[in-house]
C-alpha cells in the first residue's frame, strides 16, 4: 500500500527571487512540514526537473536536494522525462516502495523557467523532441498546432472550439491562490488573444512558469483518511510526431489509461475529478478523449457543454491545468497530485469536488512520447 | 594569349538556370529613396530585380541549377570530374563552396574543386577550366557553376540591380551525347578598379561612372573584338549574341558598337526581368539561349567581371529543347512581388 | 554555438529529402521561433509515401494547403552566426 503522508505546492509564476534551489527548498520543506514526519525518516529523494541543465547549467539535483533539505546521506537522484518528469517521479517513488528499497520518499518537482528570453526557453524546450522536428523550426506550441489543424478537419471543430478549455481552467484558477492566473477570463479575450503558431493563440498555451512541488510517500501503516494511490502506469510512443500512427490522439495515453484502469480495477465513469496534461487547449480535448471520459471526436464539444467543469459530471483540471495553474514542467506532474490529494482529504477549499473518492492525474511528455497515469483512492 | 585552338573533344552535355521567384520592382526600392521609380527605370532598362530568400545563399542556387543539369545531362553525379564554382558571395571566406554542393549533389569525393572569384565573369572561366580539363584528357565530365546572392549598399545605385541566380554547365568529352559544342574561347585581363569588396566588408563599393569606358566597355568590346580577330570570324557569323548585363543600357551600347543586333540579342537578355545576378549573369543569358535556341544555331558569350576581364566563348547549339522542358522560361514567369520592407527583412540588412 | 561536428554528421541524413515529391497533411505558421530561428515562417507535414512523413519549412511566400503537392529544395537550416558553420538541409515548396 502506497500513500501520500504529505503534500504542498509553492505559488506557480514568475518568481523573480526565487530560484531552482529556492523552490525545491520552499517544496521540500513544504511536504516534510505537511506530512509531519520526522525528516530522518525519509530514505530516498527524487527529483523531477528538465530544464535545470539547459538553462543554467545545474544537474545533480538529487543530490543537491538532500543538501539544501538537510536529508544526510539519503540515496537521491533526479527523474526526467520532459514535461512528464513529475508523474514520472511519483510513479518511481512507488515502485521504490514495493521494491522493499524506500519506506518514505520525498518526491520534489520543481522548474525555474523565467530567467530566459522565450526563444531560449522554446528552444530549450524542444529538447523534449526530436532532431528533425528542431530542425524545421518547430517549437511545441508548433507541434500540437500541428495536430489540431489535421483534428480540425477530421472533426468538424474550429479555432474558436478551442477557446473553451481557457475559459474552464481559469474559471477553476480563480478558485485557486496557487494558480499563476488566479482569474476567470471571457470568451472574447480568448478569441482576440494573438497568434503563436496557427491555429494556436495565446489563450491555448500553457505559459512559461516557475514553481515547485512535493510531496511524501509512504509505504508504512498510517491513521484514517488514507489517501492511497491505487494504481501508476507509463507507457511511451514515438518522440517523432511525423512516426505517430494517428495525428489526433496521443496513444501513449490511450494505452497507459487502460493499463492504470485495469490495475486500480476502476472504470472510467468511476473517475471523480482528474488533473490531465493541458499543455495546449488541444491537448485538453484530446486528453478527456484518450483517457476514456467521453469518444474521440467529441471532447472539444463536452468541454464546452460544461461535463468537465467544477460541478459538472467529471471535473478536469481544477487547480487551473497548465493553462491557468501554470506549467513549470518538471513540476507539474507532482503538482497534479498534491491537487488530488488535497481534493480527496477535503481540504480544496472553494474549488473543492464533492465526496470526491477517486482522482486520475494525467501527465505527459513532449508532443506525447511519454504518459504517465496515477490513480489516486480515499481510502 | 589564350590560344584560338578549336576545342574538340568538349561539348554541353547539361545545363540548367535557377532564379529565385521573388522579385523586387525597381519603383519600389527608388520610393524608398525619394527617387522617382520611372526615371530610373528609364536609365538603367531594368523595372526589376530577382531576391533570394533569406535561407538562400550561392550554395542553394548553386544546387538548384546543377539539379536541372544533371537531369539534362542524364549522368550519375559521380562522373563528374571537377566542380567549379564561380562566386562574389561564397558564404565562406575559407571552405570551398564547390565542396558543399559536390557533397550535397553526390558526387563523392574523387574529384577537383576550388572556388572561383572574379566578380561577374567567374562562371565563364569556370567553364573554361572545365573545357581545359576535359581536352586534356583529365576528367570526362564537369561542372561549372557561375552563383551568386548579389549584395549591394541600401541606398547605393547598384540596389536597382544587384540580384541573384544561378548557371550551371555541365561539359563533358565524346563519351556523352552533347547538347552544345564548344568551339573556342579566349580571356582578357587588366588591374582595373571599377568596382571591389574587401575582405571582412559586407557591401561593394564602385567608382560611379568610371565603371563604363575604362571598365565594363574596354573589356567587353576589347575581348570580343580580339576573339572575332583570333577565330577570324565575324559578329554576324553568330546568331545569339550574349553579353554581360549589369544593367540594359551598357550592353545595348556595347551591341550597337559591336554591331550586334536586337534579334541577336535577344534571348540572352534578361536583365530587364531579373536584375544583375553577378556570376550568374552571361550563365542565365547562355542558358536561355539553349534552352530556347535551335539547333546548328552559332552562339557568342562575351562576359564581363569587375577588377577587371572579360571572356568570351563560341558555341554551336546541336539540340533543341522540348517544348515542355523550357524551365528557366517557366521561372521567369512564376513571380512574386515583394516590397522594399520585406526585401529589407530578407536581405539580412535590418 | 552550433557545433560544427554535428552539423557534419548530419550531412548524412539532411539531404535524403532533396528532390522528393510529397503532399501537405498538415501546417503550422510558427510566430513565436526558438532561439537560432527567424519568424515568422510556415512548417508543413508532409506524406512522402505510405507510411513516411516528414516536417519541415515551407518556402514560398505563398501559404501551404493541405493536400498540396510539394517538393523538397535545398535552403539554410536556421540563422548562422558569423561564427558558425553553416547548416544546409531540405524545406518544400509547390511543385
Redesign the interface.
Known amino acids: 500500500m502506497v500513500g501520500f503522508k504529505g503534500v504542498y505546492q509553492t505559488k506557480f509564476g514568475e518568481l523573480w527571487d526565487k530560484s531552482l534551489t529556492d523552490l525545491i527548498l520552499e517544496a521540500g520543506e513544504g511536504a516534510i512540514k505537511n506530512a509531519k514526519i520526522d525528516r530522518k525518516k525519509i530514505d530516498l529523494v527524487l527529483v523531477a526537473n528538465m530544464l535545470g541543465g539547459a538553462l543554467e547549467g545545474q544537474n545533480h539535483l538529487g543530490a543537491l536536494a538532500g543538501e539544501i533539505l538537510g536529508l544526510r546521506n539519503v540515496p537521491a537522484f533526479l527523474v526526467e522525462a520532459a514535461c512528464a518528469s513529475g508523474g514520472v517521479a511519483i510513479n518511481q517513488a512507488a515502485t521504490a516502495i514495493k521494491a522493499g528499497a524506500a519506506k518514505n520518499v520525498l518526491v520534489v518537482g520543481a522548474e525555474k523557467m523565467t530567467d530566459k528570453n522565450n526563444g531560449e526557453v522554446a528552444s530549450a524546450l524542444m529538447g523534449a523532441a526530436s532532431e528533425d522536428e528542431r530542425l524545421a523550426g518547430l517549437t511545441f506550441v508548433g507541434l500540437y498546432a500541428l495536430m489540431a489543424r489535421v483534428y480540425f478537419d477530421r472533426f468538424k471543430a474550429s479555432k474558436d472550439d478551442l477557446a473553451y478549455v481557457a475559459i474552464k481552467n481559469h474559471k477553476h484558477a480563480s478558485l485557486n491562490p496557487k494558480a499563476q492566473y488566479p482569474f476567470a477570463v471571457d470568451l472574447e479575450t480568448v478569441l482576440k488573444s494573438s497568434c503563436v503558431a496557427s491555429p494556436l493563440h495565446l489563450f491555448d498555451c500553457s505559459p512559461i512558469t516557475d514553481g515547485a512541488a512535493g510531496v511524501v510517500i509512504s509505504g508504512e501503516a498510517d491513521g484514517k483518511n488514507k489517501i492511497v494511490l491505487a494504481a501508476s502506469q507509463i507507457a511511451t510512443d514515438y518522440v517523432n510526431l511525423t512516426k505517430r500512427e494517428s495525428l489526433v490522439e496521443l496513444k501513449a495515453t490511450r494505452l497507459v489509461s487502460r493499463k492504470a484502469y485495469e490495475e486500480a480495477r476502476v472504470k472510467p465513469e468511476e473517475i471523480d475529478l482528474a488533473e490531465v496534461h493541458d499543455c495546449f487547449s488541444i491537448a485538453e480535448i484530446m486528453a478527456v478523449e484518450d483517457l476514456g471520459f467521453c469518444k474521440k471526436g467529441e471532447g472539444f464539444k463536452r468541454i464546452k457543454a460544461g461535463d468537465f467543469d467544477l460541478g459538472g459530471r467529471l471535473p478536469v483540471n481544477l487547480s487551473g491545468g497548465l493553462k491557468a495553474c501554470g506549467h513549470p514542467v518538471g513540476a507539474t506532474g507532482v503538482k497534479q497530485v498534491v491537487e488530488i490529494v488535497t481534493q480527496l482529504r477535503g481540504e480544496a477549499e472553494k474549488r473543492q469536488v464533492k465526496k470526491a473518492k477517486i482522482g486520475l492525474t494525467h501527465n505527459v511528455g513532449g508532443s506525447g512520447a511519454t504518459a504517465i497515469v496515477n490513480i489516486l483512492k480515499k481510502l | 594569349m589564350i590560344l584560338p585552338k578549336k576545342f574538340t573533344k568538349v561539348g554541353i552535355i547539361g545545363f540548367g538556370g535557377y532564379v529565385p521567384?521573388?522579385r523586387i520592382k525597381v519603383g519600389e526600392i527608388a520610393d524608398a529613396y525619394g527617387k522617382s521609380g520611372e526615371q530610373v527605370v528609364e536609365s538603367l532598362g531594368v523595372k526589376q530585380k530577382a531576391v533570394a530568400?533569406?535561407?538562400?545563399?550561392t550554395?542553394?542556387l548553386a544546387?538548384?541549377a546543377s539539379?536541372t543539369a544533371l537531369q539534362r545531362a542524364k549522368i550519375k553525379p559521380e562522373n563528374l570530374g571537377a566542380v567549379l564554382v564561380g562566386s562574389e558571395s561564397h558564404?565562406?571566406a575559407v571552405?570551398p563552396t564547390g565542396s558543399?554542393v559536390a557533397?550535397?549533389l553526390g558526387v563523392g569525393n574523387e574529384y577537383l574543386t576550388v572556388d572561383l572569384e572574379f566578380a561577374c565573369k567567374a562562371g565563364t572561366s569556370a567553364m573554361i577550366l572545365i573545357a581545359g580539363l576535359i581536352e586534356a584528357g583529365l576528367i570526362e565530365a564537369g561542372l561549372a557553376i557561375g552563383a551568386d546572392v548579389a549584395q549591394s549598399r541600401p541606398g547605393d545605385a547598384l540596389e536597382y540591380t544587384a540580384g541573384a541566380g544561378a548557371g550551371a554547365m555541365i561539359l563533358g568529352s565524346k563519351k556523352f551525347p552533347w547538347l552544345a559544342q564548344l568551339n573556342f574561347v579566349s580571356s582578357i585581363s587588366s588591374d582595373t578598379p571599377d568596382f571591389w569588396r574587401r575582405e571582412g566588408e559586407q557591401y561593394p563599393n564602385h567608382a560611379g561612372r568610371f565603371t563604363a569606358g575604362p571598365a565594363y566597355f574596354r573589356h567587353v568590346l576589347g575581348s570580343t573584338q580580339s576573339f572575332l580577330d583570333k577565330t577570324k570570324t565575324k559578329i554576324n557569323d553568330y546568331n545569339h549574341v550574349v553579353l554581360h548585363m549589369p544593367n540594359a543600357k551598357f550592353p545595348q551600347r556595347a551591341a550597337v558598337k559591336l554591331g550586334v543586333t536586337k534579334e541577336q540579342l535577344n534571348l540572352g537578355f534578361l536583365v530587364p526581368e531579373i536584375g544583375n545576378p553577378y556570376s550568374a549573369a552571361s550563365l542565365l543569358g547562355l542558358v536561355n539561349v539553349l534552352e530556347q535556341g535551335k539547333k546548328q544555331e552559332e552562339i557568342l558569350v562575351t562576359s564581363y567581371g569587375s577588377g577587371a576581364g572579360s571572356d568570351s566563348l563560341s558555341l554551336t547549339l546541336l539540340k533543341n529543347s522540348k517544348k515542355n522542358k523550357l524551365d528557366l522560361e517557366r521561372q521567369l514567369k512564376e513571380v512574386?512581388y515583394?516590397n522594399y520592407s520585406q526585401y529589407l527583412k530578407i536581405g539580412r540588412a535590418i | 554555438m552550433k557545433s560544427a561536428i554535428q552539423v557534419w554528421r548530419r550531412q548524412k541524413t539532411n539531404y535524403q529529402n532533396l528532390g522528393r515529391v510529397g503532399a501537405v497533411v498538415s501546417k503550422t505558421r510558427i510566430i513565436e521561433a526558438p532561439s537560432g530561428f527567424i519568424g515568422p515562417y510556415w512548417v508543413v507535414l508532409v506524406q512522402l509515401e505510405k507510411n513516411k512523413r516528414v516536417v519541415g519549412q515551407w518556402v514560398d511566400e505563398a501559404e501551404p494547403k493541405i493536400g498540396m503537392k510539394v517538393v523538397g529544395v535545398l535552403r539554410r537550416i536556421g540563422e548562422a552566426d558569423k561564427a558558425e558553420v553553416i547548416e544546409y538541409g531540405v524545406k518544400w515548396k509547390k511543385l
Open positions: 521567384s521573388l530568400g533569406r535561407d538562400e545563399d550554395v542553394s544546387v538548384a539539379q558564404p565562406y571552405k558543399i557533397e550535397i512574386e515583394i
